[in-house]
């Protein structure tokens, strides 16, 4: 029989807010976290807005801020997010607590890169319009700060987790685009269901709101334009979507082995019930159009739960505002839920906080709990013109009360990468 794995701790650092209650506030308001770019001059991007994570001090949660001078956004909002976590479950403060049997997978992703430095280098480096790659090397080495380059690593939020909290047990990083943070969840989840930890410290962090990551993503064609509406710009389902918006961010959380949790009375706020993992095989950034990836790890997902359709009470979607992805995982939902996906309401907390890559799906996870938790499904705003390709009930614009025991969350990212959790509320 596989070990039950319920969660124990919660922590987020969001662009609606820097605590779990602040921001599932604003998301039953239904209020929008998308605002103009205020970390570089973005006048001309073809996209202009983003949505940043406002007030945040990792002084806050730290008392050795000399340490991260040269950690990136990504790394400080993972700090912030894992504090909240470890403090809400109060593992670290149980005298029994083992550090060999607390581990750390996340789904984060790289930091930012030190642009303006990296620019000035290739035009110094310039020889009749092809960069010298020798003088480019040797003065790279001489002006890069090489502490600021190794935290841009994927894995380092990880390491300073760890270092932070003791975690002496398995220490793991997946970056498997915007599915990263929920199969990072569903692999801790794996790890404690067969024993090889009883604790374990997931979710993700990301922050891709630099010159890079907005020129990366408009090449792709790939976000909103809306620049004279930067608050209605991400609109999930929406026949007049034109993009997603660039959002960042961390959501952390505690998981726990039952019989472990229960033990020391730990606080439960719910239970990782299914977990489903799949691989599109298609093409690098698109969708297959089948939907056949996303089908299948929602079923995968629910075998795993061992329940049928009928008991999901709620989607939350991975709903990014493009015209691919809303259309296909519509037809993802009908093809995984069968008849009940036409019952079951669907909304994407995108539309208020935008995308938070590798960090959304453990965000979205924390937030499938809050509704879980308070019989309160979050809306997706900014909708207000039908698709008819897009025929499910989205929960538009208005934050809808209905009890509930059961979400399908589901994260499907760039290369066709596509994990669905299953979360529950907690029955002994």
């Not at 969001?14 to 209020?31: D, F």
């Amino acid at each position: 029989m596989k070990r039950r794995v319920v969660v124990t701790g919660i922590g987020c650092i969001t662009p609606l807010g820097n605590t779990v209650e602040s921001m599932w506030e604003k998301l039953r308001e239904g209020a929008s976290g998308v605002d103009r770019i205020t970390y570089f001059d973005a006048a001309r991007f073809p996209t202009q807005f983003a949505a940043e994570v406002k007030d945040y001090r990792l002084a806050d949660y730290v008392d050795d801020t000399e340490r991260f001078t040269d950690a990136g956004r990504n790394i400080r909002f993972a700090i912030g997010a894992a504090t909240q976590a470890i403090a809400d479950s109060g593992l670290t403060e149980d005298v029994r607590f083992d550090p060999s049997q607390f581990g750390v997978y996340l789904g984060a992703g790289e930091g930012q890169q030190d642009f303006m430095q990296f620019m000035e280098l290739v035009a110094d480096c310039q020889d009749e319009g092809v960069v010298n790659q020798e003088k480019f090397t040797h003065d790279f080495l001489g002006r890069m700060n090489p502490q600021f380059e190794m935290e841009l690593e994927p894995n380092m939020a990880a390491a300073h987790l760890a270092s932070l909290f003791n975690a002496q047990g398995p220490n793991l990083n997946c970056l498997t685009a915007c599915a990263a943070s929920s199969q990072a969840i569903g692999e801790a989840t794996e790890i404690i269901r067969r024993g090889d930890a009883d604790a374990m410290l997931s979710g993700g962090a990301h922050s891709m709101i630099h010159p890079f990551g907005l020129t990366g993503f408009n090449l792709l064609t790939a976000l909103s334009e809306r620049n004279d509406s930067p608050s209605t710009a991400s609109r999930p389902f929406d026949l007049t979507r034109d993009g997603f918006v660039l959002g960042e961010g961390a959501g952390m959380v505690i998981l726990e082995e039952l019989e472990h949790a229960k033990a020391r009375g730990a606080h439960i706020y719910g239970e990782i019930r299914g977990y489903g993992s799949s691989a599109d095989a298609f093409r690098i950034t698109d969708i297959h159009p089948e939907g056949r990836g996303a089908i299948s790890c929602i079923r995968m997902a629910l075998d795993d739960a061992e329940i049928n359709p009928e008991e999901v009470d709620y989607v939350n979607a991975h709903g990014t505002s493009t015209k691919v992805n809303d259309r296909i995982e519509t037809m993802a939902i009908k093809g995984g839920l069968g008849d009940h996906a036409q019952q079951v309401p669907v909304s994407s907390i995108k539309s208020m906080m935008g995308h938070l890559i590798a960090a959304a799906g453990s965000v979205e996870a924390i937030t499938c709990l809050m509704a879980i938790r308070d019989g309160v499904l979050p809306p997706t705003i900014n909708y207000g013109t039908p698709d008819p390709e897009c025929d499910l009930d989205y929960i538009p614009n208005e934050a809808r009360e209905m009890p509930l025991r059961t979400a399908l969350s589901n994260s499907f990212g760039f290369g066709g990468q596509n994990v669905s959790l299953i979360v529950s509320a907690f029955a002994a």
